[in-house]
């Protein structure tokens, strides 16, 4: 189930990180960009690059998330440990 998930959250990220590339850098020089005033004194591919996985970054935050608010209340409140390892005070003893 975990590697479902990591694949509904990586893959959908990497397609809009390859879509948000080709949108910023059709409108954007990478060899004019600048940070805090100086000029980014980055090959034109290493600025592609390192874009691309900023880009996938935010997009893996953004899915995880709305992956994680899909989740049902069982699937957050549902507690790890099987029954017999669980501490004494455990509220979801026996809850699952």
Known sequence: MLQQRLMWILWP???????????????????????????????????YTIAFFVFWGVAVVSSG??????????????CPLPDTDRPDG???QGAC
């Not at 397609?15 to 990478?30: H, K, N, Q, R, T």
């Not at 060899?31 to 600025?47: E, K, N, V, Y």
């Not at 998330?65 to 549902?78: D, I």
């Open 90 to 92: 455990c509220p979801k």
């Open 13 to 47: 990220a990497f397609l809009m990180a390859g879509v948000l590339e080709m949108l910023v850098f059709a409108l954007v020089d990478p060899q004019d960009l600048h940070w805090f005033g100086m000029p980014l004194d980055w090959s034109r591919q290493a600025t």
């Open 65 to 78: 998330l709305t992956t994680l608010l899909a989740m049902s209340p069982f699937e957050v409140n549902r």
